[in-house]
Structure formats: C-alpha cells, structure tokens
C-alpha cells in the first residue's frame, strides 16, 4: 500500500528550513503538490506550496488528511515530532517517511544515550559523566582539573547547554537544571569535558544502509560578532566550510560516519532520514560535539541551493531503503552563505507582530526563506519569531556572497531587526565590519 509515486509531498515543520526543503523539492517537474503543516507566511510564495491547518497530535484527523491527499513521502522537519515518535506513527499506517523513528531520534533527544552509543561505537568526541544529582555532579565538577561543560539531557531548543566559565558557575549551571530549569526535573545532567577548535556541521541522507554526504556547512552559534554572546538555533552559515579538506572527510568518513550508521544497524535502528554530525576540529582531529536527527537551521537554507531537480527523490530512495550510495550530488561551482535576521533579544524575550518590508531583492543567486512570519488579518507579512527572516546567496567566491547577502538584507526592514554583520568571516578576505 506504501506509494511509489512521487507527486505528492508532505512537510511538517514552520521554519526556514521547512520553507527551503519546499524550494528545492519544487524543482522536480514529478512534484505537483507540496503541502506544509503549518509552514509561514513565506510558505505559500514558493511555487506548488500550499499551507494545512492541522494539529499533528490530532493523529486521527492527520492520517485522514494524508490519505485524502494522496500523499506519496512525507519529509518531518524539526526533532520534537521525531523524538515523539511520529515516524513511527506514520510508517504503522503505511506512509513513506523522511525521518528516524524515535528510536534513531534518540541520538539527539538524549544526550546521554548518544554519549554511551559513541563508547560503544569508538567515535570520537570529548569524555562525559552522566550524573543524577547535584551531589554527584560536585564530586565530578570538583576532582576535574578543567572546566566541564554542562548539558541538560533532553531537548532543549538549543538552551540546554552550559560553557562555564568557574567550577561555581558550573555548580550553578547544574543545579539550574535539576531545579526543572528546562521543563524537566527529573532530567539528569551530562557534564562534558571541554574541547577546543572551529566547528562543522556535516549531513549524511540514510536509508538505514547506506548514505550520501551533502555538502558540509559551518554555522554560527553565538548571537554577537565575534562569536560572542550566548548561544543560538544559528545566526548565519556558509557552505562548504573549506576548512574540511579531501583528507579531513576521509578521516570524518573513517572515524565518525561508518561508525556511526553500523551502530545504529548494531543496536537494530533502522535510520531512515539525515544524521547531522556537529563536529569540533580539534588539534587531536574531529570529534562529535552532538547528533541531531534532522537539517540544520539554518544550514539547510545554505545548503539546499546547490542542490537539483533529483534531491527530492534521493529523500524517497532514504524513505525507501533504496539508496545505492553511489548518487552524486551535482558539484557546484559556486559557494553559499547566510545570514539570519531576528527578533532584537532572541534567543531570550522578543516582541513579534511587526510589519515587514523587503524591497527589490536581487533576482538571482539571492533567496529571502521566511523563517518566523505570519500574516495579519488583513495580510500583511509581520514578524512571528526570533529568527524571522533567513537571507541567502551564492556566488563564485565567499566576499561576494556576502557583499549580496548584506546589500539584499539592507533592503529588508521591520522593527527591532537585529542580525550579525560578520558571518563568514573566517572565509572572507575583504572582511570589515561595515558592510
Ligand atoms: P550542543 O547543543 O551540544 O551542540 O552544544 C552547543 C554548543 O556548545 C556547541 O555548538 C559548542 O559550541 C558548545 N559545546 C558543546 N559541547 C562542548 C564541549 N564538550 N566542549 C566545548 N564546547 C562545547
Ligand atoms: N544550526 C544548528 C541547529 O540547527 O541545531
């Protein structure tokens, strides 16, 4: 009963990547329909799109509409529906899925767990105790002579991470945790060593046995220049990071990403869906920081302009277990980059529901993803979110995607519009602060 077509498209999730994932998978002449629940209010702009009103914890009504819309792969965006098992779900009532069931999604819903599976697994990254209470977790922060890094173990929305600065913040960080800081009391901690080096995010698209590598992206995590300031869901991304040399991924391939996917077989994990490797390039080589079970955002916008009419259906072959891994993706000559424009106080307090105005954006080579918008009631674009708008380029070299990206981002304005002006600045060589 599971459909072999490929026309009909269903994408859950409401952001920046869902809207890009959109774009790329319009491409295919195949595609006739893309549906989003929810989507924003940039949805709809982009061509065969159309937006479903629809709780998805309503499984019932969910799986009426799918089966009433024919729909052919369903592509889940974000972690929280992964980890609550909606792959799952929707693979019992016989829909092809892009996306781990929950028990691959648990490589990012517990911390914890994807700790023990890189032990198993021999993958490198930094050591870990797993602790269960403030007592514990003195005993370990006290007898290590360096700073630990502090982790909530469970999703966090990119919150739950602690850099210390002193053992007493780092005390601190912990009890902020078990006091029920991030929903969760009973959440236990996982404190981390602390490692040093640039980091890069790398995609593999899995079918449970085989994968294929996208081009790599680095993100920027921290919300002010400089890499300064607290952390983020992501400020602005390039692609590819030049620093991952031919080499660097043969040694990420060996050490990291076979690795990985011959555990998940090992532990009877049938992956089918992206693994994000987030990974810190130490001077003793690369080491996993994190797994998430899904695109980065926003390196799937930086991403997904390299990619051709033939991605949607390597998303079908990983939803069907038909992967051969040999599929190339089309080298580009061009190199990408992005810049994210939010909600002045993001990733804490922020107001929405400004107006937003974009002039005459550049026609090639420049996509504006609409991250956090909705519409007014009388249909006027305003702001829904913290990260609100996703500005993305390509061009031969990386100043000149950045001199595009900040020209097309002057034109965008709304109130309280905050972004970085350095993104990219590792890889630029005319780099100044005022673009
Ligand atoms: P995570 O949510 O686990 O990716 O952590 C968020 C950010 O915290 C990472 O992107 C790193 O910049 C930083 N981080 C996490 N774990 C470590 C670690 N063990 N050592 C140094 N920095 C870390
Ligand atoms: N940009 C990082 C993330 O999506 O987690």
Known sequence: KKSNNLEKILIIGNGGRENALAWAIQKNEQIKNIYLIP???????????ERIF???DDK??????????????VVIGPEIPLANGLGDFLRKNDFRVFGPNKDGAKLEYSKSW?????E????????????NSLNEAKEVINSNNGLLVVKADGLASGKGVFIPDSKDECLQAT????DGKFGNAEQG??????IHGPEVSVFALCDGEKYILLPTAQDHKRLNENDEGPNTGGMGAYSPAPLITKDLISRITKEIIKPTISELKTKNIEYRGVIYFGLMITESGPKVIEY?????DPECQTIMPFMDKDFVILLQKCAMGSLTGDEKINPSNKVSGCVVATSKGYPNTYKTGYPIEIGEIDSEDCQVFDSGTRFSKNGEVLTDGGRVLSIVCQDEDFDKVFEKAYRNINKINFKDIYYRNDIGRQVRTKFSMDN
Do not use: H, Q, Y
């Open 114 to 118: 994807a700790k023990e599976f890189m």
């Open 39 to 49: 989507g924003n209010a940039g949805s709809e702009k982009i061509n065969k799109c």
């Open 60 to 73: 019932k009504e969910l799986i009426k509409k799918l089966n009433f819309l024919s729909i052919d792969l």
């Open 120 to 131: 198993a697994a021999k993958i490198p990254t930094s050591k870990f105790w797993k602790v």
């Open 54 to 56: 629809l709780e998805i």
């Open 175 to 178: 009890k902020s945790i078990f």
């Open 189 to 194: 901690v996982v404190l981390e060593e602390k």
């Open 292 to 296: 998430n079970c899904r695109f980065g």
